[in-house]
């Protein structure tokens, strides 16, 4: 394990050394955060990026699997989205920083020839979610019997994907890298926010005390993967549904935190 930061050039010549590929998942993400720190973002995910890249530029062999976001598409009205759509309207620092990180990695990819894969994930969740995305932030409150803060009027939605399916996806990237691609990997089904607040209470067994407030800058109306394209190359195929994929959510985060313990 090497910890540092990858705006290092030093760190990242330690990290890459002697590799056949490179996985790079290392970013700050988090659309709110982004609009906040759009400076930070831009600097971690963008040159933090392009620094790991030219610690192997001279070595096309090595293959590389950039993880992107499905926060590229921005507002785009048509679903589900298609790699084929226009990413050229971003709404978050966050989305820009990913986007702005494919471009460099399909500069590099015609520079100096890498196996590049670009993959954007929609709305991961499982063990070991941040605490402060949605579904472990949600789970915490309806556990402690507190408001759970809801954005908008619960419609918005979302295409959860399940982080099993996500890692089979990117494995599937990384041992088929060739050339210069983009994928989604997402669940392709979608679910309301004020479904998923239904969802969660019912396998914590417990009411939602929800409060409305507006909707904050950034957010996006919906999102929905259309993922036929890493279904042909990569024989992608989501397999977790949320219903189950929360009840394994449920019994780890219980097994984590303890029956009583709420932190």
Known sequence: ????????????????????????????????????????????????????????????????????????????????????????HPISPYAASKKAGELVCYTFHHLYGHPMTCLRFFTVYGPGQRPEMAIHLFSRKIEAGEEIPMFGDGLTSRDYTYVDDIVDGVVAAYEQADGYHVYNLGGSKTTTLAELIDEIA??????????????????????????????????????????????????????????????
């Not at 409060?211 to 109306?221: I, S, T």
């Not at 024989?235 to 985060?253: C, D, K």
């Open 202 to 263: 019912r396998v914590f067994g417990k009411p939602a005390n929800v409060r409305r407030l507006p909707m904050q800058p950034g957010d996006v109306e919906r999102t929905w993967a259309d993922v036929s394209r890493a279904h042909a190359d990569l024989g992608y195929q989501p397999r977790i549904e949320v219903s189950e994929g929360l009840e394994r959510f449920a019994a780890w985060y219980r097994e984590e935190h303890g029956a009583g313990r709420l932190e």
């Open 1 to 88: 394990l090497i910890e540092g930061d990858i705006r290092d050039p030093e760190v990242c010549a330690r990290a890459t050394r002697g590799v056949d590929g490179i996985i790079h998942m290392a970013a700050l993400a988090g659309v709110r955060p982004s609009i906040a720190e759009p400076e930070r973002y831009m600097d971690v995910n963008v040159t933090g990026t392009q620094r790991l890249l030219d610690a192997i530029r001279e070595r096309p062999e090595v293959r590389f699997v950039f993880a992107s976001s499905s926060s590229v598409y921005g507002g785009n009205e048509k679903v589900p989205f298609s790699e084929a759509d226009p990413v050229d």
